[in-house]
Each structure stands twice: as structure tokens, then as C-alpha cells.
């Protein structure tokens, strides 16, 4: 048994300790509110600010835990490296977190050091070098925060006017302590996936079969699998997510996203070191191993000798229509359950408007008609309202 410390306890944790607590893991999750997702299956919680690094020291210390498990953005991820340096096991390693939660620090690896090919990009630090940049760039361009998560605070900018509401809106959903944004051009990409990869402690990268995906506001509405992807692009992704893994390195699970574009091919996007919520459709059973399986297994250092595709699937969210600081009810699962389909409830304690507070995720054989499916698991989800 090891003792491993959740950084993050939101809908994916849940799913990790779900994983872990079945392979007698002892887990103790932590987030910055009491009650999160993933505190209602560990072991033990531990509610602080992740950004405080002397919190994160005094859990550290008070809990001693063999793995350091990161799920969310803001931590204070310095400090990861002197855990390392104490023999604790980061995962998939402290230098990969770094990289990942900053969007610079993984821009600059991916385009300069590694020659992948991304969106041509610019930094800023101030509203003024934002216009400077946009400019530079040309319109329209795509405006986001250098630390978030699910999207937050991503603007696609159309006209200079919009700039100054690109700024506010990239400062509001800045998470951590970093106040600068990332300035894209914007790519006419023909579609967007997410490749699942695995890496492993003793054995090969492994790749799942990929991941196609909707996004609305930056944050994930649906997704499905397997994406229909040109062979040649397939293996473009897949040899640039290995080559970037293979930088960063560890073992885990990452979510490699990239823009597929007909005329001119596969471009990186970015990277989560961690499993990633548009893989959740691998609950639906579309492969023998889901990704919260994937990364335990690659954590504990278990071998992993193949990832088998076993059916097409998809996943749809469900959202709250309303705001609430009190424990939210649903109705209209049964509707959902009157079918061959699954719904996980996140069991968040409160809500606002457009929060992510379950999903609904549907498969079929691997020969059937995948937009079948999709269209099923969004009916599905449209059943379920959050209300008081």
C-alpha cells in the first residue's frame, strides 16, 4: 500500500481515488473547500490553499506520503521540487508540473526547444503590450490566461475593441499568482482532439485511441471516441506527444491536445500532466483500462502491456442553470436512467450558473454509428436539472 497525497479533489480526483481505493491505495485529498468531490471516497482531506507553499509544506510533513499526486493548477509547484529531493515520488515528475501549469513555460519547450509545431504566439504583461502583440498577431486571436483551467478566462478576440474585455475577462480567470497572458493567432483548424498517453515507469508510451472533443466558453461540453483522424496526422500527434512527454518526463497519464487542420496538419496545443476531462467518455468502457486506471497504474509504476479499444462512446456534461451555496438536488435522472447509459453525479456542495456538475456517458459496439451516440448522451444529460 502507498500513501499518496491528492493535490485537487475535484470530479477527476474523485475518479482517481475511486481507482485507488480499488487497488487498496490510502489516499488523502486535498482541496481549498471542505466536502469536495474526491473527499467523499479518500481515506483522509486536507482543506488549505495550495498556493500557500508553508500549508503545502505542513501536509507534506504532517502526512508524509510516498506519492504527490497533483489534479488541479494552483499549487505552489516550486516546492514540489524539494519533495522530490526528500524522496517523495511527483507525479508524473516535478519538472512536468512546472511545465504544465504555466502555458509559457510548455509554449517555449514545445516550439523552441522540441520544434513542434504550434500557433504562432506572443506574451503580455500589461494591457498596452497586449494591444501591441494583437496587432502583431492580427485579428482574429485568441486571448488566455498563462495559468487556468477548463478554459477559464480564454477570449477569441475579433476586433480591437475587444481587447480591453479580453484583458479583464484573462485576469479574472487567471488562477495562481501569475498576471500574463498568451496571445495566439488563430488556427482554422477543421477539428480539435485530446491524445490520451501513457507513460510508463518500466515499459513503453502508449497511446489511446483518440479523443475528439466540444468546447464552449474554452471549457469542455462533449466528447467522443474514437475521433476520426487521417492515419498520417495520427501519427503526427502521436510522435509529438511523445517526443513532449518524453521531455517533461515521469510516469502518468497526460492529455496532449491538438488542432487537426486538412491543409496544413497537426498543431500542439497543450498539455495536462494529469488525467483530463475530456476523457472521462472512457468511463462509457471504450477501452479495457479508463484514464483514472491508466494514471494509478502508471503512478504505482504497474505494468500496462496494452490499451485495447473495446467500444465507441461519448460523453456529455451536465450543467447547473442556477447558483447556490447550499448542497444542489436533481431532477429528471430517472429519464436519464430509462436508458443504456451511465450519469455520474460529482457530488459538488454548491454551484453557479454554468458549473460542470455531472455527466452522462453512453457507448456502442465498435462498429456502430458514433454520432448516434453523441446525439443519445446530450439528449441524455438535457433530462438532468440542478435545482435547490
Known amino acids: 500500500m502507498k500513501k499518496i497525497l491528492l493535490l485537487g479533489s475535484g470530479e477527476l480526483g474523485k475518479e482517481f481515488v475511486i481507482a485507488a481505493q480499488r487497488l487498496d491505495q490510502h489516499v488523502i485529498a486535498c482541496d481549498s473547500y471542505a466536502g469536495a468531490p474526491a473527499m467523499q471516497v479518500a481515506d483522509e482531506s486536507e482543506v488549505f490553499s495550495m498556493l500557500d507553499g508553508e500549508a503545502l509544506e505542513r501536509v507534506v510533513n504532517k502526512h508524509k506520503p510516498d506519492i504527490i499526486v497533483p489534479e488541479i493548477e494552483a499549487i505552489r509547484t516550486e516546492r514540489l521540487y524539494d519533495f522530490e529531493r526528500q524522496g517523495i515520488q511527483v507525479t508524473p515528475s516535478a519538472r512536468a508540473v512546472n511545465f504544465t501549469m504555466n502555458r509559457k513555460a510548455i509554449r517555449d519547450l514545445a516550439a523552441k526547444e522540441l520544434g513542434l509545431k504550434t500557433a504562432r504566439h506572443f506574451y503580455a ?133 491538438f488542432f487537426l487542420s486538412h491543409e496544413n496538419g497537426v498543431y500542439f496545443s497543450e498539455l495536462s500532466p494529469r488525467p483530463h ?97 453523441r446525439d443519445k448522451a446530450k439528449r441524455l444529460a438535457s433530462y438532468v436539472e440542478v435545482v435547490e
Not at 153 to 171: F, I, P
Not at 173 to 184: H, K, L, N, P
Not at 341 to 370: H, S
Request: proline fraction near 6%.
Open 125 to 257: 504583461t500589461t494591457y498596452d503590450e497586449l494591444v501591441e502583440h494583437a496587432e502583431q498577431i492580427g485579428f482574429p486571436c485568441v486571448v488566455k490566461p498563462l495559468m487556468s483551467s477548463s478554459g477559464k478566462g480564454q477570449s477569441l478576440v475579433k476586433t480591437a475593441d475587444d481587447l480591453r474585455h479580453a484583458w479583464e475577462y484573462a485576469m479574472q480567470g487567471s488562477r495562481g499568482d501569475i498576471q500574463e497572458v498568451i496571445i495566439e493567432e488563430f488556427v482554422r483548424f477543421d477539428s480539435e482532439i485530446t491524445l490520451l498517453t501513457v507513460t510508463q515507469q518500466n515499459g513503453p508510451t502508449l497511446f489511446c485511441p483518440p479523443i475528439g472533443h466540444v468546447q464552449k466558453g474554452g471549457d469542455y461540453r462533449e466528447s467522443f471516441q474514437p475521433a476520426h483522424i487521417a492515419p498520417e496526422h495520427l501519427a503526427e500527434a502521436q510522435r509529438m506527444a511523445d517526443k513532449v512527454t518524453h521531455a517533461l518526463t515521469g510516469a502518468g497519464i497526460w492529455g496532449v491536445e
Open 277 to 373: 476531462d475530456t476523457g472521462m467518455v472512457t468511463l462509457a468502457g471504450t477501452q479495457n483500462f479508463n484514464e483514472f486506471e491508466l494514471h494509478l497504474r502508471a503512478v504505482l509504476g504497474l505494468p500496462i502491456p496494452c490499451i485495447k479499444p473495446l467500444r465507441i462512446g461519448a460523453s456529455a456534461v451536465i450543467l447547473s442553470g442556477i447558483a447556490s451555496e447550499s448542497h444542489p438536488h436533481y431532477k429528471g435522472l430517472e429519464r436519464t436512467c430509462e436508458e443504456d447509459a451511465d450519469v455520474r453525479i460529482f457530488g459538488k456542495p454548491t454551484t453557479r450558473v454554468n458549473r460542470r456538475m455531472g455527466v452522462v456517458v453512453c457507448n456502442a459496439p465498435l462498429d456502430g454509428n458514433l454520432d448516434e451516440v
